[in-house]
């Protein structure tokens, strides 16, 4: 593989910085990182690698930025986050297993209906009831949901972040500037313990990794704050866009 010059490292990490602030939004960054990988000649394997390698920071700075906001339930977060790793690790295992092309048209139809599901859904969010009983239910229900979507980020991976923030929203009731924030715990530990693997395998081109996490802890900030100053409506509209861009992405690639 030749390696990029300075110019295509360039380019890289302009992407790095739009896919930072869109992922922060809605996730979806890697829709734009990974081909953009792929179209300056690397091997899916280190797009693969790679892409972990730079996108960990930007759901880190989003984290961080949603956290300052107080959008960041602390306590539930201490929850999550070891079971956001602890899937993540188990669906890696399984693509050992399974083959993740099987998973494709299933995804694409949850990315269709978590598009139109966003889309039609009007009003202010509904509080779920947290009286007795209900606080151990929504435990168990964020449990769920972190460790079933980390796995499925470390299996599959495409539209992690927007299934995390529907399932907030539909099981929890959240706002989506809310969900968008919290599923920032999951995603941060889902691409964490991804990471970790494709580091030990040498898949990661730090040089190519190193520049553009940069740029992505940039972009997520900038992403963060943008969905903390404009709110549900802004989260809403690019969740809808990221989803239908990678349900087409996936119908393509079926062909």
């Not at 992407?15 to 930072?20: P, S, W």
């Not at 179209?39 to 956290?67: C, E, I, W, Y």
């Not at 048209?105 to 139109?116: E, I, R, S, T, W």
């Not at 809310?178 to 693997?197: D, Q």
Request: glycine share 12%; aromatic share 8%.
């Amino acid at each position: 593989m030749p390696a990029p010059g300075p110019f295509e490292i360039l380019l890289l990490t302009a992407v790095a910085l739009v896919a930072g602030t869109v992922d922060a939004i809605a996730g979806g960054g890697g829709l734009l990182t990974v081909p953009a990988f792929l179209a300056a000649g690397l091997p899916p394997h280190l797009a693969l690698g790679t892409n972990k390698g730079q996108s960990v920071f930007g759901s880190l700075a989003a984290l961080v930025r949603f956290d300052r906001a107080g959008l960041i339930d602390r306590p539930r977060a201490r929850f999550m986050f070891p079971l956001g790793v602890a899937g993540s690790l188990a669906g890696a295992a399984l693509v050992l297993a399974i083959p993740p092309a099987v998973l494709r048209p299933v995804v694409l139809v949850l990315l269709a209906v978590a598009a139109a599901f966003l889309g039609f859904r009007r009003g202010p969010p509904r509080p779920r009831d947290v009286e007795t009983g209900g606080a151990r239910r929504e435990r168990w229900l964020v449990g769920a949901t972190s460790l079933a979507i980390g796995a499925y980020d470390g299996f599959f991976g495409p539209g992690t972040g927007t299934f995390l923030i529907v399932a907030f929203v539909g099981l929890l009731g959240h706002g989506l500037a809310r969900a968008s924030a919290e599923a920032k715990v999951v995603n941060f530990a889902s691409n964490l313990a991804a990471l970790i693997p494709f580091a030990l395998r040498g898949t990661v081109v730090w040089r190519l990794a190193l520049p553009m996490a940069a740029a992505q802890l940039a972009g997520g900030w900038i992403g963060a704050h943008l969905a903390v100053r404009r709110g549900d409506a802004l989260v809403r509209r690019v969740v809808v866009a990221v989803a239908l861009a990678l349900a087409a992405k996936l119908a393509w690639d079926m062909r």
